[in-house]
């Protein structure tokens, strides 16, 4: 086991390429030589503009495809090694949140089903310690049992994505991909759901790779920054670091592509409560 500050999760020299074959010229290189630690208990903030290869990057890391070469390392083993049922087991503890909740939320179940259901498929065999996990992760996140009676469509957008991240978080993970857990929310509800996840954080010592477009939320959410373009990093650092003392020009560009950026973390700062608001 590692402990506080430690990595948690090592990637280095992860490339990934799609296509027919082996041969290169019916394949692209998606990632290129993707290299990055995230230490435990914290969140590494990945940006960088749409298909740059953030979700490709989740994807590998999640087990959910494979990688062409380099090292997945969670807790001090390699994950690109691992045999299918090895995997299955780690993967309990390396959960995930998408970007939009409608496709995570399957709507024929109620929603203390879904909750209940990573714990069915991980081999929890007691049904009344399962009642009382649901019951436990739900009352965390704001939702009541009574309301877990009910169908997924029957919430808005901000509860249904705290039902995902309930969802997530009932096997106990301690890593956490969260792919744009905020962009299809209105921006109050953003504020709240970011704050949820701080506070989560918090409690329970959870590691984030938190994945998003947007600067103010990577900001304020985020002790490291990790930018992507093209499939690789081209820039990483502090949090403070990358946004005080951009070194990259692309990093440079995309800031000043979003001249509300440090406007728009101010006010999410003042509603939530994220670990990276010095110096806004
Ligand atoms: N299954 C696939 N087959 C072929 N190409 C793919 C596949 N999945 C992703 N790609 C390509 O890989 C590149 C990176 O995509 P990816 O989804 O990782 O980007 P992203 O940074 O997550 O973008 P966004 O911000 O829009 O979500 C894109 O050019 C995309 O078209
Ligand atoms: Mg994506």
């Given amino acids: 086991m590692s402990t506080a500050h430690e990595p948690l999760l090592k990637v280095e020299k992860l490339n990934k390429s799609y296509g027919r074959g082996m041969s290169t010229k019916n394949r692209v290189q998606i990632l290129h030589d993707v290299s990055f630690e995230l230490r435990r208990g914290q969140t590494l903030g990945l940006v960088g503009e749409s298909g740059s290869g953030k979700s490709t990057t989740a994807s590998c890391v999640m087990g959910l495809t494979g990688a062409d070469s380099g090292l997945i390392e969670f807790d001090g083993v390699d994950l690109t090694k691992l045999k299918k049922a090895e995997m299955r087991r780690m993967r309990r503890r390396i959960q995930m949140v998408f970007q939009d909740p409608n496709g995570s939320l399957d709507p024929r179940f109620t929603v203390a089903d879904l909750v209940e259901e990573p714990l069915i498929i991980h ?8 009642s009382r996990r649901v ?110 003392n951009t070194s990259h020009p692309y990093t440079r560009a995309l800031l000043d592509a979003v001249p509300g950026a440090r406007r728009r973390a101010k006010a999410l700062a003042a509603a939530g409560d994220g670990p990276s608001q010095e110096g806004l």
């Fill in 123 to 130: 081999g929890a065999s007691d049904s009344a310690e399962r």
């Fill in 135 to 244: 019951e436990e992760v739900l009352d965390r996140v704001g939702i009541t049992v009574k309301q877990a009676q009910r169908y997924p469509f029957a919430f808005s957008g901000g509860q249904r994505q705290r039902i995902a991240i309930a969802r997530a978080l009932v096997l106990k993970p301690d890593l956490v991909v969260l792919d744009e857990p905020v962009s299809a929310l209105d921006v109050s509800i953003q504020a709240q759901v970011l704050n949820l996840l701080s506070d989560l954080q918090d409690e329970l010592g959870l590691t984030y790779l938190f994945i998003v477009h947007d600067l103010a939320v990577a900001r304020l959410m985020s002790h490291d920054i990790a930018v992507m373009n093209g499939g690789r990093i081209v820039e990483a650092g502090t949090s403070t670091e990358v946004f005080e």
